[in-house]
């Protein structure tokens, strides 16, 4: 029997199967850069808006029908799972979101409490289901979490932070008391993302943000096993994508740590990363700012791209992170439709690689781009 979800050229590029076209998404494609949605935040805060369902499914639809992409994100955040954790969360108007009551000393990590019920979360579910529910029958739905290390980093700084000074601190002088911590936050996170997927996302991102901050023993050593005993406890039905930034000089143990997708950011030129990410699938990784160009400009930077990846199953174009606010819409339209024009070459699904470099940059393609 067809099923469309599942034969989707999102999921099957998740599962390295070919594809007519590269699928795409972007990350924060439902944001400021969005009129719509600037409207409506000027009637609704943040965290109110994250909180009603209804209004987190309907943000979520209308960004991914509106640009064309080939996967919705659920509109939610990283850091709504710290309230049932025990945190007051705050989101400022222009600093970001603030954690009131930050874990500083070691004995503040008993406050963290177990996540014994997803019953708190209801509304992101409650939000899965109604976004699922109104999404065409072939665009999956992905579901997310922040990783322990970026969870933990906020848990610690009390909001955003550029050396992770305190982070880094408690990690190195009372290993138990990171490790209890870590520990718990990869416990509450795949449950929580289990939830999701039962809610009806059919795939689940763990974004690590932060991490590329860790050495590359470091993040063996306090990181790599907690997100992989998050990764383990996802269930296996839906595909996981583990994403970083600033982490080329972490992928192999990235890859270790699991994940069906290896999400990388710009640092990184894609056939590089793909290399050494081993068998498994890869999302990325256009600079944001590329989206602040002119059309032809990011044209270009996406068949870069396109050519690194060589029309090698297991492609899903994306951001190497975030929209920026100041990006233009158009160009976000022009970047999806550019990426599906230029990767959809008569054929595809049976050439062999090379086959699909030389019609991409020798053929009559070239004038069309
Ligand atoms: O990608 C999507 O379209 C889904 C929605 C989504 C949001 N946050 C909405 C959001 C996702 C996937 C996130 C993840 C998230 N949240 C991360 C990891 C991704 C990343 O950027 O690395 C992090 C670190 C957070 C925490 C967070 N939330 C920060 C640091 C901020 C403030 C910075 C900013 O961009 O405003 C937020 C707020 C936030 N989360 C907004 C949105 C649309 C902006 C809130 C607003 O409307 O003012």
């Known amino acids: 029997m067809p099923d469309p979800l599942r034969d989707s050229p999102f999921m099957r590029a998740c599962r390295r199967e070919p594809t ?18 600037r409207s409506l935040r000027e009637r609704v805060p943040f ?21 064309g992409v080939d996967a919705a994100i659920i509109f939610a955040d990283l850091l709504l799972i ?51 529910r109104a999404l065409p029958d072939n665009i999956p739905l992905i579901g997310f979490a922040g990783a322990p290390f970026t969870l933990a980093s906020y848990l610690i700084e009390g909001g955003a932070s550029r050396n ?15 490790h209890e911590l870590m520990s718990r936050l990869a416990h509450a996170l795949a449950r929580y993302l289990n939830a999701q997927i039962k809610a009806g996302a059919q795939a689940v991102q763990l974004f690590d943000s932060w991490v590329g901050a860790l050495s590359p023993d470091d993040y063996r050593r306090y990181a790599l096993p907690y997100t992989r005993a998050v990764i383990e406890q996802v269930a296996p039905s839906a595909p ?70 060589q029309g090698r199953a297991g492609h899903i174009f994306n951001l190497g992170h975030g929209i920026l606010p100041q990006t233009p819409v158009q160009n976000v339209v022009a970047l999806v439709e550019a990426v599906h024009e230029m990767s959809a070459l008569p054929g595809r699904e049976e050439r062999t690689s090379n086959m699909y470099e030389e019609n991409l940059f020798g053929g009559d393609h070239e004038s069309t781009l």
């Open 47 to 67: 965290l109110d808006l994250c909180k009603r369902s209804e209004l987190a499914a309907e943000v979520t639809v209308t960004a991914a029908n509106r640009l």
């Open 164 to 178: 992770f000074i305190h982070t880094k601190t408690l990690m190195r002088t009372d290993g138990g008391a990171w």
């Open 240 to 309: 996981v994508i583990h994403f970083g930034t600033g982490t080329a000089g972490l992928l192999e143990a990235m890859s270790e740590a699991g994940g069906d997708v290896i999400g990388i950011d710009w640092r990184i030129r894609l056939d590089h990363a793909w290399q050494r990410i081993g068998d498994r699938a890869i999302m990325g990784n256009l600079d944001p700012t590329v989206l602040l160009a002119d059309v032809a400009t990011l044209r270009q930077e996406a068949r870069a791209i396109l050519g690194q990846a």
């Open 82 to 132: 710290v309230e049932p954790l025990g945190f007051a969360l705050e989101y400022t108007n222009g600093d970001g979101p603030v954690i009131h009551n930050p874990i500083r000393r070691s004995h503040d990590v008993e406050r963290v409490r177990e996540l014994t019920s997803v019953e708190p979360l209801d509304y992101v579910l409650r939000a899965v289901e109604l976004a699922r």
């Open 20 to 37: 007519p076209y590269t699928p795409i998404w972007l990350m924060r494609q439902a944001g400021r850069y969005m009129p719509e949605y």
